[in-house]
């Protein structure tokens, strides 16, 4: 008689959990300037490698190596490590402001600025970007004002969006910055939309999707891809792999795929995996693919492989799930550092103008919080009106609604 194995259930679990030694052993990382760059016609089946290997440019002396080298000036450089900074310092301080009291939440960039801030600069001015709650590079980049950023954290009376969002759930379609949704992943599929929309129009304007390694075990990252391959979207497929959702690690959600750029290989979209934390590699990546989309041949899914550094969220507490060193371990290093570098060794920047530039970043994110919290925060000062609750939505107010804003009187 034959006896059946007993099945098992797997649950993938990570290299190392708190209290171990942090373990990036499985990350294979190619040599700086390796990877071929193929032209931006090429077929999708003709570059499955690019979804299991890494671009890189930067290499360990800081030298910008291989096909993939972007057309930045050194100025240009120079403005990417100040967006990169800048970003940094505004985590710092509205971190801080959260401990204080004077709003209720925030979320941290730290070790992902170069993926927002490099992306936003290969966008087109009226392009439109479809964010997650960890792209506020995106804005910084396009010169969004400061302050208005705070307002909307604090939620106060001169908050642009008056009280209607979570605290970092930015909005401005000035600046190619649609509506952050605090449900996950339903951006991916209106990015697509909102693609498939400008190509109908015969307009020229692209869109860019963006998700977390987390959120693309939701149904809406694979209806995305779905019609974008389909219809050949003119739209960047952004995920953005930070090695860790809220608790969880990434092959919870990566499954047997491989890689998150390979899920794209499925659906004919062409995929690539760049190493998020060098910004002359993303940048020259984001190029490459909303060149693709600007000639209208269709999608590119792009995975940028980097690090979380921070906590998920000012609500969550990494040590719970992850070794406490584990940032300090990551392989791929820290973008900023890692453009310094790059700048220093061009001879286009010094350890001395790092420090007074710091310095002169610091005054500027203080003098626009001062300048926001006089507009009031969490516990104090100006709020936005009652009335903001019936503007907006439509074009005529209905009557019950006109009856219960008489009833309040606002």
Known sequence: MNTLTPLRFHVPEPASRPGGKPDFSGVAIPKAGSIRRPPVEVA??????????????????????????????????????????????????????????KTSFYMQHTGEEAVSCAFRIALGPN?????????????????????????QIYSNEHDPLKGRQLPVMYSSKKHGFFSISGNLATQFVQAVG?????????????????IGDGSTAESDFHAALVFASTYKAPVVLNVVNNQWAISTFQGIARGGSGTFAARGLGFGIPALRVDGNDYLATYAVAKWAIERARLNLGPTLIEYVTYRAGAHSTSDDPSAYRPKHESEEWPLGDPVIRLKQHLIAAGAWSEGRHKQTEAEILATVIAAQKEAEAFGTLHSGGKPSARDIFEDVYAELPPHLRRQRQQIGV
């Open 44 to 101: 999708p089946e003709e570059i499955r490698d690019l979804a299991y290997s890494i671009i890189r440019v930067l290499n360990h002396e800081g030298q910008a190596i291989g096909p993939w080298v972007p057309d930045l000036t050194q100025d240009e450089l120079v403005a990417g490590l100040r967006h990169m900074m800048t970003l940094r310092t505004f985590d710092a301080r509205m971190q801080m402001a959260q401990r204080q009291g």
């Open 127 to 151: 392009d439109m970007n479809f964010p997650t709650y960890r792209q506020a590079g995106l804005l910084i980049a396009h010169d969004y004002p400061l302050v208005d950023m705070m307002c």
């Open 194 to 210: 909102w693609a498939m929309a400008s190509a109908i129009k015969r307009d020229n304007r692209i869109a860019a999707a963006w």
